[in-house]
């Protein structure tokens, strides 16, 4: 299965504006074609990262990067071809920090 809509951004705070933006990039598994599960464990445990985000950072958007895949999937590397996905479609001149775990 190959899925070919575009990778999407769980906002948990919007970007307004200019302001910085961080995104949360979850793990995955080496090699994997599967849609990955909403609430999957490495998407859990990014939570805890996004949320001091919040807390600490109120003038910061924060939002988790939903990969098309679960899987790396080398010499593809969709996640990377995700993220890149997003950053084009961010608006602005906002920074933007990539903060991930695993992959």
Known sequence: MHVTELP???WQRAPHGDEPVILM???G???SEMRPMPL???KLRMRPFSQAVKRHLPGVA???VNYRHRGWNAPRQDPADDVRAVLDG???SSPVVLLGHSM
């Open 8 to 10: 999407d951004v769980d």
């Open 25 to 27: 990039l979850p793990g």
């Open 29 to 31: 598994k080496a090699s």
């Open 40 to 42: 999957s464990t490495a």
């Open 62 to 64: 924060v939002g988790t």
């Open 90 to 92: 961010l608006t602005g």
